[in-house]
């Protein structure tokens, strides 16, 4: 009987603790404090301090210059395949103009929990920022939002091929 109570007990304290963790939000790190932290601190993760510093480096680098390949695309609007993201799809529409990509918009992105909407509201900015500094597909990943940054690089690819 004493041990019956006892994990009764463990079983109510588990499944406590685990709605309550559930409700909670990540806590996502801020474009400025990104830029703030690579510049005070010298350690950390190589993933972070790897994507810190090319992301760093590509806001670094003058826009004046066009890449080599900005004259590949027609001009236009094109919309990609919808890509699967684990929890959602994404499908994303590039706008070209003068044969630079200046515009990338999300028509779908994983939006049923709220962890992923608020995981999405943080990086989404950075992946359309990206693509038009790079003026291509190759964008850097963000670890913690592996699956939408994989499924947006799909979908941009495709629609970059109609381009």
Not at 22 to 51: C, E, F, M, Y
Not at 75 to 88: E, H, M, P, Q, W
Request: positive net charge; glycine residues 6%.
């Amino acid at each position: 009987m004493k041990k019956a109570v006892i994990g009764f007990g463990i079983f109510g304290v588990y499944l406590i603790y685990s709605l309550g963790i559930r409700h909670q939000q990540p806590v996502i790190p801020k474009p400025a404090d990104l830029l703030s932290s690579s510049n005070t601190k010298s350690g950390g993760s190589t993933s972070t301090s790897a994507a810190t510093s090319n992301t760093t480096a590509a806001t670094a680098a003058p826009p004046s210059s066009p890449p080599a390949n900005s004259s590949k695309y027609k001009d236009g609007t094109y919309i990609g395949s919808v890509a699967d993201a684990y929890y959602g799809n994404v499908q994303v529409s590039v706008s070209i103009s003068n044969g630079r990509i200046t515009n990338v918009k999300f028509l779908q992105y994983p939006n049923t929990h709220s962890t992923s909407v608020y995981i999405n509201q943080q990086v989404m900015p950075y992946l359309q920022q990206e693509t038009i500094q790079t003026q291509n597909a190759n964008v850097q990943l963000i670890t913690g939002a592996t699956f939408t940054s994989q499924a947006f690089v799909q979908s941009l690819q495709a629609a970059l091929n109609k381009a």
